[in-house]
């Protein structure tokens, strides 16, 4: 038996890295799954590539006038969700000398305050048993120069987890994390990250440094790790959190 026959879910961001290979993944156990993201092209790309048990729809996680339709254009899809993986991220670093409120703003509307409300419009269609899980950072439980917003953004995820999981409690939906280490996915490239070339090197070969494994993870790594927490094998895990990141935190 596939362990997500007959589940539907939502993936944010699932247009690439970590959000696609668990869409891929989900499929793969028996989902239908619907991702989102804010650039049409890429959202028709991926749902080409996931075949015909997936959809897609335009949601700017940035943006609370696209968040407020997220719930009728997944309705126009989907009845119900048993699975939400909110996903959707940026990674954006710089000093607090240097940040702007730009920047500042950029990252928390979209890793935070965007996965907030994203939740909040969706939780209606969520039947009883459902797994919500969050897409955090290891950058949440260590200190790295540049990450302070972003590790911030994703501590906050931390604590949406703790919190929602007792609120949810009663329609008996759990809410758990994953928390990764450096995957290799696009958002390592110097476009993304909004740093120079030189720079994204020096990064690279700095993190590589600390991760004990000696590798960056894989997509399809974490989305093993994001399948566990929406599947049936995670039933007794609440307000929890997977540190996914080749050792770098705990050893
Ligand atoms: N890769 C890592 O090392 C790592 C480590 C720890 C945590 N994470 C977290 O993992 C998550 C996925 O990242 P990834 O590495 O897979 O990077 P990615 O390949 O860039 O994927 C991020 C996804 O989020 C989407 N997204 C970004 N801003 C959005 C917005 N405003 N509205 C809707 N969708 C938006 C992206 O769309 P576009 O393609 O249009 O940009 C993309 O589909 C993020 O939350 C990230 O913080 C990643």
Known sequence: MKK??????????????????????????????TITGRNQKAIDEAVAQLGENASGIIADSGSMAQIKTIGEQVKAITPNIDIIFINAGIGKFNSVEQMDEEMFDDIMDINFKGAYFTLQQLLPLVNEGGSIIFNTSINAHIGMAGASVYAASKAALL??????????????????SVSPGPVGT??????????????????????????????????????????????????????????????????
């Open 159 to 176: 604590s949406l987890t703790k919190n929602l999981a007792v609120e949810l409690l009663p329609r008996k939906i759990r809410v758990n």
């Open 186 to 251: 696009p958002l390592h490239s110097a476009d993304k990250l909004g740093i120079s070339d030189e720079q994204l090197q020096q990064m690279g070969e700095g993190i590589l440094k600390q991760i004990p494994i000696g590798r960056f993870g894989t997509m399809e790594e974490l989305a093993k790790v994001v399948t566990f927490f929406a599947s049936d094998d995670s039933t007794f895990l609440l307000g929890s959190e997977l540190i996914a990141d080749g050792g770098m935190y705990n050893l």
């Open 4 to 33: 997500l026959a007959n589940k539907t879910a939502v993936i944010t961001g699932g247009n690439s890295g970590i959000g696609l290979a668990t869409a891929q993944e989900f499929i793969a156990q028996g989902a239908k799954v």
